[in-house]
């Protein structure tokens, strides 16, 4: 059993940043894929972004390259999510979840988070 905890989400300005953080219970974190997905009320949980066991592959969502960005450091078992220029549209619950392999789907993970609040003001 892994636990995640998440951590950095709040309220900003349109365009504005914030950089959200998962920590892993368990050091065999290094051996999964992580993850981000986000879910707006009335919405279903939706893909946000994956990074592999090593860090060397990723994938987003169309609707946040180039502005977002995943990484992990695996001597932390920490997960991040650097989001810039941030849009209303992006006003959601994160996220962190875990799987054995880069995922896109909700169905990949076998491990979520609690979730952490990210409001984007107009």
């Known amino acids: 059993q892994v636990q995640l905890v998440e951590s950095g989400g709040g309220l900003v300005q349109a365009g504005g940043s914030l950089r959200l953080s998962c920590v892993a219970s368990?050091?065999?974190?290094?051996?999964?894929?992580m993850g981000w997905f986000r879910q707006a009320p009335g919405n279903e949980r939706e893909f946000v972004a994956t990074?592999?066991?090593?860090?060397?592959?990723?994938d987003y969502a169309d609707s946040v390259k180039g502005r977002f960005t995943i990484s992990r450091d695996n001597a932390k078992n920490t997960v991040y999510l650097q989001m810039n220029s941030l849009k209303p549209e992006d006003t959601a619950v994160y996220y962190c979840?875990?799987?054995?392999?880069?995922?896109?789907?909700?169905?990949?993970?076998?491990?979520w988070g609690q979730g952490t609040q990210v409001t984007v003001s107009s």
């Open positions: 368990r050091p065999t974190f290094r051996m999964y894929a």
């Open positions: 979840a875990a799987g054995p392999r880069m995922f896109t789907v909700v169905s990949g993970p076998d491990y």
């Open positions: 990074i592999s066991w090593s860090g060397g592959n990723t």
